[in-house]
């Protein structure tokens, strides 16, 4: 199966500030790729979907770029409620697999 | 609006069985796809299981091939998830999550449910 690793798995950052997070596949996905948010309690919510395409209602702050291996999810300017855990996940081939997470906090 | 409610969920013995239901509403379920996806407690999310929009093709994580049988009706509007020979490692919340395009097998998610607790523990 292809393997997803994530970097960092914690990142500290301030309100306000740029946070960037990094995904890794372990064979090319092309731009079969998603970015997810996490909120303690909650069911994952889209974010990003085809490795750079915002997902419905998702606020401009929010990007994502890469392809084949490598990708990144960028939060501009972390707002409040952007405080919570981001997962990648390949959707080229089943198990469609996602990474460990990155837990983005204060 | 589009809904996924899942249900079935509890605490079982290992070795025992549960069944899990999803049920759907809001958009043509019959043309979309439907994936079971876990978590574990304070851990990652897991593909569990799917079923094609017509129920022709099922697909299965390793870890759970053989003891788990995913199913569908499209006149209900609900997707299944029949768990036998639980084990302690399949404790998770379970996750029913739509495919954000009709009748693609494989794709992102583009709407997930609450999800449902499954404890096994003896």
């Known amino acids: 199966e292809i393997v997803m690793t994530q970097s960092p798995a914690t990142l500290s950052v301030s309100p306000g500030e740029r946070a960037t997070l990094s995904c890794r596949a372990s064979?090319?996905?092309?731009?079969?790729l998603a970015w997810y948010q996490q909120r303690p309690g909650q069911a994952p919510w889209l974010l990003i979907y085809?490795?750079?395409i915002r997902a419905t209602g998702v606020p401009a702050r929010f990007s994502g770029s890469g392809s084949g291996t490598e990708f990144t999810l960028t939060i501009s300017s972390l707002q409040s409620e952007d405080f919570a855990v981001y997962y990648c996940?390949?959707?080229?081939?089943?198990?469609?697999?996602f990474g460990q997470g990155t837990k983005v906090e204060v | 609006q589009v809904q996924l409610v899942e249900s079935g969920g509890g605490v079982v013995q290992p070795g025992r069985s549960l069944r899990l239901s999803c049920a759907a509403s809001?958009?043509?379920?019959?043309?979309?796809?439907i994936h079971w996806v876990r978590q574990a407690p304070g851990k990652g999310l897991e593909s569990v299981a799917t079923?094609?929009?017509?129920?022709?093709?099922?697909y299965y994580a390793d870890s759970v091939k053989g003891r788990f049988t995913i199913s569908r009706d499209n006149s209900k509007n609900t997707l299944y998830l029949q768990m036998n020979s639980l084990r302690v490692e399949d404790t998770a919340i379970y996750y029913c999550?739509?495919?954000?395009?009709?009748?693609?097998?494989?794709?992102?998610?583009?709407?997930w449910g609450r999800g449902t607790l499954v404890t096994v523990s003896s």
């Open positions: 999550a739509k495919v954000g395009f009709p009748t693609y097998l494989f794709w992102y998610f583009d709407h």
């Open positions: 809001g958009f043509a379920f019959s043309n979309h796809v």
């Open positions: 079923v094609s929009y017509d129920a022709t093709h099922e």
């Open positions: 064979q090319s996905v092309s731009s079969n």
């Open positions: 085809t490795a750079s």
């Open positions: 996940q390949q959707y080229n081939k089943w198990p469609q697999t």
